[in-house]
């Protein structure tokens, strides 16, 4: 079966420091990855996706991705928070196929501080 | 193109009651996936639907059912409600008929069962 590990489930971060999600997979095959941000009273919006085609993944609002297969890692990245980067983050992994779905981890709510 | 809607996004139901939430899906998007969302549990699957057939099912009791409509638009029905079933309910649409589920999320149900 198929499951991510998110470490964290609270990060601080300075406004303009490194923002740093982490997210370990767990998947007998090559998985499809993502990343989805979760503001208040909203639904998911995807950041990202990881598909195979190219190992470091740029998403909206300046984050991206680095799929380490080593590392079984795929690790959210921004250079410098911002206040509106304040919400909840979910990586997600999904299997291929017509029967796939996205097996979500728990979460790293982001907390970003003047 | 318009997002997914949801509808209600707020409801309030008694214990033993049931409940049919609605999903209309952005045109052209042919999968339909349900999630439930609590503190406890997080982010849960609860089943997709494709072309009004249901193509993946959670691991939740049979209170909890689906179903697509010809033009795609989903409901799901939750029968003799329990207080655990207070959740944020999750609708997803997918343009892909396989592969990987690049799903957009509409904003949500807030069921609360007293």
């Known amino acids: 079966a198929q499951s991510v590990t998110q470490l964290g489930s609270h990060v601080s971060v300075s406004e303009g420091a490194l923002v740093l999600l982490r997210c370990n997979y767990s998947s007998s095959v090559p998985p499809y990855l993502f990343w989805y941000v979760q503001y208040p009273n909203q639904g998911l919006q995807l950041l990202l996706k990881?598909?195979?085609?190219?190992?470091l993944v740029k998403g909206i609002n300046g984050f991206e991705a680095e799929f380490k297969k080593s590392e079984t890692s795929f690790h959210l990245t921004k250079p410098s928070a911002h206040m509106s980067d304040a919400a909840e983050y979910f990586c997600a992994v999904s299997g291929t196929g017509t029967a796939s779905k996205l097996t979500f981890g728990t979460g790293t709510r982001l907390q970003v501080t003047l | 193109k318009a997002g997914v809607t949801q509808t209600p996004r707020y409801l309030i139901k008694t214990r033993g009651q049931q409940v049919t939430l609605s999903c209309s899906p952005i045109s052209g998007h042919r999968s339909v996936s349900w999630y439930q969302q609590t503190p406890g549990q997080g982010l849960q699957f609860l089943f997709e639907y494709f072309s009004e057939t249901q193509r993946n099912k959670g691991n939740f009791p049979g209170r909890f059912s689906g179903r697509q409509f010809s033009n795609s638009r989903s409901e799901m029905n939750v029968s003799t409600l329990e207080l655990g079933d207070s959740a944020l309910y999750l609708c997803?649409?997918?343009?892909?008929?396989?592969?990987?589920?690049?799903?957009?999320f509409g904003p949500g149900t807030r069921l609360t069962v007293t």
């Open positions: 990881y598909t195979s085609a190219a190992t």
């Open positions: 997803a649409s997918s343009p892909q008929t396989s592969g990987p589920l690049e799903q957009y």
